[in-house]
Every structure is written in C-alpha cells, then in structure tokens.
C-alpha cells in the first residue's frame, strides 16, 4: 500500500494574524507571508526541525486541532480538558484535504501524554469494549514514558492513519528512537500520513522521509538528511567534542 497525504497543503490566511502570539512566531509569520501557497505536506512521513522557538511544534499542534484532534493529545474521540495551553492557531489554520479520508489518527503531545494516559484508564473504566488493549493491554502510566510511547506507536497506530507527532523522542532512548524509526516506515507502507516535530537525527534518518527546516527567520525549506540542522550539530560535536566544550565551558 503507498503511503497516503490525507492533507495536501496546510495554509494561513494573512487576515488570520492577530499581530501577538503565536502569529510572531517564525514559521507561523512566514505562513501568513505566503497565504495562498502555504506549505504542502506529502505523502508518508514529513519532519519539522527547526531551532527552539521557531515555531515547529505550535505547527503541530494546530494542525491536530485543525484536523479535529484534542489539543491536549489523542484521537479525534477525546474530549478532555486538564488545562489549555494550545494556541489560537488551529482555529484560522486551513487544511486543503485530498480525496481519501483516514480509517483512525492521533495527536501525540510529549509535555500532556500523562494526562492522555489519565483518560485512557477513565475510558478503559467506562461500560463497553475494553481500550487498554489498543494501547498494549497495560496502562501507560504502569510503564515507563519511553515504553508507553513505544506501546502506542505499535499497538495504537494503525493502517491508513494521521498521525500527528511532538517530540516523540522526549521520552525515548536511542534504542527506542529506533523502535520508533521501524514502526514509522511500517506505518508508511500501511498508507499512513505523518507529521512530526523533532530534534532526533536517528528518527530523520527515515528513508523516503520529507525533511522541513524551519530557519530563524522562519522560512520553510525541504532539506536533505546530511543538511538537516540536527544532523550537522550532533555530527560535528560527536567528531570534535573537546572543541565545543572548551567554548561552552569558557563562555
């Protein structure tokens, strides 16, 4: 099955901009800059990188909330509220979809994942079909962060799903960055389409991936692996580490 593009292009009109938060933010200025054209996402996986601040995972998460997911994280059937911290962006962000609509989706939220899990055994409580075993059969909160991240991405995601993703990697090792890594090129061999916000070179090492590089200025360039920005610094610190720390420790 070829991997899927549910939503073809993401735009945000120049009228959307209120002038504050999160409208000053790099990416997002740049988006309102380039109206009409907005910013294609392909088929199967695509990455945003981008320095903190940049406006990568504000990105994200509106357009979760835009395609109808719980701003706090989960599928588009969540409804809780634990606290809003979501920006206003999702609501004038516009989502050009393609002809084919997805089976299932998630929105994975690193920072609020404790407060999905907190739902999942609420749900899991309620009268009806049992949810735990879509997540593993064990509550995420009896496993560590990284396993039940790990639990989800395998057990949760299915075939012809969004997938929407904010640094999965928070809560990873190397080993499961990697874990991860397999299960996303499974997934885009299932006809999924996923986005994710990112700092991790080993998850940006997917083949056949798109790469976004969100530049301080905010302007969204397709860039290859070796170029990505946290290839070349992780790179370049791992050849040369003494010369960084001699800089880092003076300063």
């Not at 938060?21 to 109206?35: E, H, K, N, Q």
């Not at 749900?123 to 639990?151: A, I, K, Q």
């Amino acid at each position: 099955m070829s991997p899927a593009q549910f939503v073809r292009r993401v735009r945000l009109p120049a009228v959307a901009s209120t002038g504050g938060y999160p409208f000053t933010l790099p990416a997002v200025a740049w988006l309102a800059a380039v109206t009409d054209a907005g910013l294609e996402l392909p088929a199967g996986v695509t990455f945003l990188v981008g320095e903190n601040g940049t406006g990568k995972s504000t990105l994200v998460e509106a357009i979760a909330v835009a395609a109808g997911f719980n701003p706090e994280g989960g599928s588009q059937n969540f409804r809780f509220a634990t606290r809003a911290t979501e920006s206003s962006l999702g609501d004038s962000l516009v989502l050009s979809w393609g002809t084919r609509k997805p089976r299932t989706g998630f929105f994975l939220r690193a920072e609020s994942y404790y407060n999905v899990a907190s739902e999942i055994e609420r749900l899991d409580r309620e009268p009806g079909p049992r949810l735990l075993p879509s997540y593993g059969g064990v509550s995420p909160h009896e496993r560590s962060h990284g396993e039940s991240f790990v639990d989800l991405v395998t057990h949760r995601f299915g075939p012809r799903g969004l997938y929407l993703l904010d640094e999965p990697e928070a809560a990873l090792s190397p080993r499961g960055c990697m874990a991860v890594l397999s299960r996303l090129a499974e997934l885009a061999g299932q006809g999924c389409q996923i986005v994710v916000a990112t700092h991790s070179p080993i998850l940006l090492a997917l083949p056949g991936a798109t790469i976004y590089e969100i530049a301080e200025t905010g302007e969204i360039e397709r860039v290859g692996f070796d170029e990505a920005l946290p290839v070349r610094i992780t790179r370049d610190f791992l050849a040369e580490p003494q010369r960084y720390l001699r800089h880092l420790l003076t300063e």
